[in-house]
């Protein structure tokens, strides 16, 4: 069945540091979402993409779905110690309501 | 604004034991989804609800069972506890979203301990 590969599964960055996250699909996916995790806490959405080529940013976030729609990436620049937590990219299946996560990257902050 | 309500934050049971976990969606939502998120996991569908009734299932154990009610709020009931239930229950709410998948509000969670 259709998954998602997320990577690098963690990663660990000094503050002013870039942070880049990806998420690799075996199929075409006709949308994906991010989200992110602190510590102790719960998924919070941040974005969804559902073009081809799409690019959203959010201040120091970018967000890109590929142009063939089956890889993202979320690019953070200079990174900040409030950024960190767990970033998981999800998708819906066709027709479904069932919304899939990745395996999310944990991105911890050296300040 | 309102947020999705979950109770209780914590719960401990002993094996064999019954635990049932409530969610309070935003108002106006119309579909309610479960998961399980076990430590350091991602989150793992359980069932949804659209309007009352059941939408979509993952894998929800047959020990579980789920339902939503009139007023919409949800009731995750877990039966013949096991140590491999502990984990965090989230509930998440969303309503229809125009282009895309829709987009989930997640509760703060229900962490069950099962000793």
């Known amino acids: 069945g259709q998954q998602v590969m997320q990577i690098p599964q963690y990663q660990h960055v000094q503050e002013g540091e870039d942070f880049t996250t990806y998420c690799n699909s075996s199929?075409?996916?006709?949308?994906i979402q991010w989200y992110k995790q602190r510590p102790g806490g719960h998924p919070v959405f941040l974005i969804q993409?559902?073009?081809?080529?799409e690019v959203k940013k959010q201040k120091r976030l970018t967000f890109q779905f590929g142009e063939a729609k089956k890889n993202s990436s979320l690019h953070i620049t200079a990174t900040q110690t409030t950024d960190v937590g767990t970033y998981f990219c999800?998708?819906?299946?066709?027709?479904?309501?069932?919304?899939?996560f990745g395996k999310g990257t944990k991105l911890t902050v050296n300040p | 604004a309102a947020g999705v309500i979950q109770s209780p934050r914590h719960l401990i049971k002993e094996k064999r034991e019954t635990a049932t976990l409530k969610c309070y969606p935003i108002?106006?939502?119309?579909?309610v989804y479960w998961y399980q998120q076990g430590p350091g996991q991602d989150p793992q569908f359980l069932i949804s609800?659209?309007?009352?009734?059941?939408?979509d299932k993952g894998s929800i154990p047959d020990r579980f069972s789920a339902q939503q009610f009139s007023d919409y709020h949800s009731e995750l009931n877990m039966s013949s506890l096991e140590l491999g239930d502990s984990a965090l229950y989230f509930c998440?709410?969303?309503?229809?979203?125009?282009?895309?998948?829709?987009?989930?509000?997640f509760g703060a969670g229900s962490r069950l301990t099962v000793l």
């Open positions: 998440a709410s969303s309503g229809r979203t125009v282009r895309g998948a829709n987009v989930l509000t």
């Open positions: 199929t075409t996916l006709s949308n």
């Open positions: 993409l559902v073009k081809s080529g």
């Open positions: 999800a998708y819906a299946q066709g027709g479904s309501e069932k919304l899939v």
């Open positions: 108002p106006r939502h119309d579909t």
């Open positions: 609800f659209y309007e009352k009734m059941q939408s």
